[in-house]
């Protein structure tokens, strides 16, 4: 640390403490995460901008999917609830009652969630063997220091209530890539991810999102695997004193101490996503089933080898360097390129309908072929009569 020297300003002294009390207490969380035993579910917990389109994209590789809406002051869903906190507690009757604000309402309401576990444990009971998604509230608060949520899923996993299905719960942190285009942005938002990690103790995935819109954000200094991988973030230093150089001054040493931090615990990176993008989409679910374990799991009726498995999961390869060629250095051409085929499609299947070419209609998700079967194990699975 910097400012561990003899003589130091006392305000320097206060940061330096309080910098040794925030590592001590990160270092306690990543000791208990060290002690967890993994159990595997297919879940992800997430938020609205992800869940109804990711459940729209399961429906047409067929898997089932359900959502459970644990977010009370979303009352304006464009999916269909399997579960809805807003059916035991809403935010309005929380505001009216006890006079608390909308964050206030939103932390009291996991708070009754927690307190009424077994209503959530009935609802998720009836799911079945569905991939269940958790839209969550957005407070940051919830995922940094208060345990409700926390305390809500681990006793998901302690109860073994979606163990049938040998599937682990996945936290999703979504992130705007907007972050990216400003250095000081970009570093609270890992010092969060760092902090959400070790606060849900579950397997975690960062994930920057509306990754096409950032060839509309002005030049980033560094290509997009510097901040997908968050590495050397000493390399930001300069570009932060640029960015504010009268703050520089006074936070400098704030900035260094943050940067140790996070690579110190080397945990942090990012995934990144297109939510209209096919290959996007498809690439992030496999990243998360791997992270959950979804990937050699139940077989769910099919019987795939184990080499049939491995094969196909490296069908829909598209690491960050093909993510920045997509979406960064040549966006306008994959573009172009992308128009035509569509165009294309669309004009063979006019000549299908007018019947001038035979075949069958062709498949919205052509390509992705792969995922339509369950992935599977190898295991032979024989279900006895009832």
């Keep these: 640390m910097p400012f561990a020297q003899s003589s130091v300003h006392p305000a320097q002294a206060n940061l330096h403490t309080a910098m040794e009390y925030f590592r001590a207490s990160l270092q306690r969380e990543i000791l208990r ?9 297919s ?28 977010d009370p002051a979303n009352d304006q869903t464009s999916y269909t609830c399997a579960l809805d906190v807003r059916d035991l507690v809403t935010l309005d009757e929380i505001m009216a009652d006890d006079g608390l604000g909308p964050n206030g309402g939103v932390l009291y309401a996991l708070e009754e969630l927690e307190g009424n576990a ?20 957005g407070q940051v608060e919830l995922f940094t220091h208060h345990s409700s949520l926390r305390n809500i899923f681990l006793r998901i996993q302690k109860l073994g209530l979606l163990t049938m299905r040998c599937e682990q719960l996945v936290v999703l942190h979504l992130t705007d ?6 250095p000081s942005l970009y570093i609270s938002t890992v010092l969060l991810s760092l902090r959400a990690m070790l606060q849900m103790d579950l397997p975690h995935l960062n994930v920057l999102t509306k990754i096409d819109n950032l060839s509309t954000y002005s030049p980033l200094p560094f290509s997009l695997d510097f901040y997908t991988e968050v590495h050397d973030l000493n390399y930001l230093l300069p570009h932060l004193a640029a960015e504010s150089p009268i703050l520089n ?46 990937a050699f799991g139940g077989a769910e009726g099919a019987n795939d080898t184990v080499w049939q498995v491995a094969m196909r999961e490296g ?14 250095d040549a966006k306008e051409e994959y573009d172009e390129a992308e128009r035509r085929m569509w165009e294309e499609e669309a004009k063979a299947r006019e000549e299908v309908y007018r019947g001038d070419v035979g075949g069958g209609d062709e498949d919205e998700m052509d390509g992705l072929e792969d995922v339509r079967r369950p992935l599977d194990g190898g295991v032979k699975v024989r279900r006895m009569p009832g």
């Design 33 to 41: 995460m060290k002690k967890r035993d993994c159990i595997y579910l």
């Design 43 to 70: 879940s992800s917990v997430t938020n609205t901008s992800y869940s109804t389109p990711v459940q729209q994209f399961l429906s047409a590789i067929g898997r089932k999917s359900s959502i459970v809406n644990l």
């Design 118 to 137: 077994e209503w959530l444990e009935r609802g998720l009971s009836g799911l079945g063997e569905d991939y269940v998604l958790f839209d969550c509230p």
């Design 177 to 182: 890539s907007y972050s990216l285009t400003l």
């Design 249 to 294: 001054e006074k936070f400098e040493g704030l900035n260094r101490a943050i940067i140790e931090l996070v690579e110190e615990f080397g945990l942090v990176s990012f995934e990144t996503l297109a939510v209209e993008d096919k290959r996007s989409m498809m690439r992030l679910l496999q990243v998360i089933d791997r992270a959950g374990g979804y």
């Design 315 to 328: 069908t829909t390869t598209m690491d960050v360097r093909d993510v920045q060629e997509r979406w960064v």
